[in-house]
C-alpha cells in the first residue's frame, strides 16, 4: 500500500480563508519535502525539513518525525495557491524520495 | 532557484522505437533521479544515479530502460524498445548530496511522452 499518504486527496477554498493538509507516513522518515504542482505540471519547492517548523510568507510546514506525519497551512489562500500539493519522504534507508498520493486544491473567489 | 532543464518537453514516438530523455541538471550537483508520472496520478521513483553508476531503482524501472550521463553532458533516460504503458510525463530532478542538509530535490519542468 501507499507508504505516504496524504489528506484530503481535494479541497476547495474560499479565498483568504485557511487551511492544513496532512502527510501520514508508514515508513521511518528522515526528511519531508513539500511541493506544488501547478496546472502546466512543473513543480515548486515549497519546503525541506527535518524535524521541526518552517514557515515562509503564508506558509508553514511542520514534519513530526515521531508521529509520523508533516502539515501544510496555507493562511488567506489566493487563486494563485491553487494546484496539487505533494509531500515527498526520505527514509532513513532509502536514496530517494518517496511521494505522497498528492492534494488537489482549488481556491475560488 | 536552482534550475534543472529537460529537453524536450513533448516527444510523440510510435510504439517499439527508441526513445531518449534529456536532462542538464543543476551544475554543481551529484545526484541524479528520474521520476515517472502518469496523468493525474502521483510521482513513481524510477531510479537514482551517482558517479556514474545506479544507485537504487524501482519495478517501474524495466529492463528497456536505461539511464547515462557521460562527463560534461545530458543525464538520459533511454527506453528501447517503447511500450504503449510508458506514455506519461517523465521528471528529472538533482540534488547536491545524500545527507540530511543537502539532499533538497530540484525537479525540471519534465518530458511528456506520447507512445502511439
Known amino acids: 500500500g501507499d507508504q505516504v499518504k496524504q489528506s484530503p486527496s481535494a479541497l476547495s477554498l474560499q479565498e483568504g480563508t485557511n487551511s492544513a493538509l496532512r502527510c501520514n507516513f508508514s515508513?521511518?522518515?528522515?526528511?519531508v519535502q513539500w511541493f506544488l504542482q501547478n496546472p502546466r505540471g512543473s513543480l515548486m519547492n515549497l519546503f525541506y525539513l527535518v524535524p521541526g517548523t518552517k514557515e515562509n510568507g503564508r506558509l508553514k510546514s511542520t514534519f513530526n518525525s515521531k508521529e509520523s506525519y508533516s502539515t501544510l497551512h496555507i493562511r488567506d489562500a489566493q487563486l494563485e495557491d491553487s494546484g496539487t500539493y505533494f509531500c515527498?519522504?526520505?527514509?532513513?534507508?532509502?536514496?530517494?524520495?518517496?511521494f505522497g498520493t498528492g492534494t488537489k486544491l482549488q481556491v475560488v473567489p | 532557484g536552482p534550475k534543472v532543464l529537460q529537453i524536450p518537453s513533448h516527444q510523440i514516438i510510435d510504439m517499439g522505437q527508441m526513445v531518449t530523455l534529456n536532462c542538464d541538471p543543476v551544475s554543481n550537483h551529484l545526484y541524479f533521479y528520474w521520476y515517472k508520472q502518469i496523468l493525474g496520478q502521483q510521482m513513481e521513483f524510477l531510479v537514482n544515479?551517482?558517479?556514474?553508476?545506479?544507485?537504487?531503482k524501482s519495478k517501474l524501472f524495466k529492463d528497456q530502460f536505461s539511464v547515462e550521463r557521460p562527463d560534461g553532458s545530458y543525464f538520459t533516460l533511454k527506453i528501447q524498445p517503447t511500450a504503449l504503458e510508458d506514455s506519461a510525463v517523465y521528471f528529472c530532478?538533482?540534488?547536491?548530496?545524500?545527507?540530511?542538509?543537502?539532499?533538497?530535490?530540484?525537479f525540471g519542468a519534465g518530458t511528456r511522452l506520447s507512445v502511439l
Open positions: 530532478a538533482s540534488s547536491l548530496a545524500l545527507d540530511n542538509s543537502q539532499n533538497t530535490l530540484y
Open positions: 544515479f551517482y558517479n556514474g553508476k545506479v544507485m537504487e
Open positions: 515508513i521511518a522518515t528522515t526528511t
Open positions: 515527498a519522504a526520505e527514509a532513513g534507508s532509502g536514496t530517494y524520495q518517496r
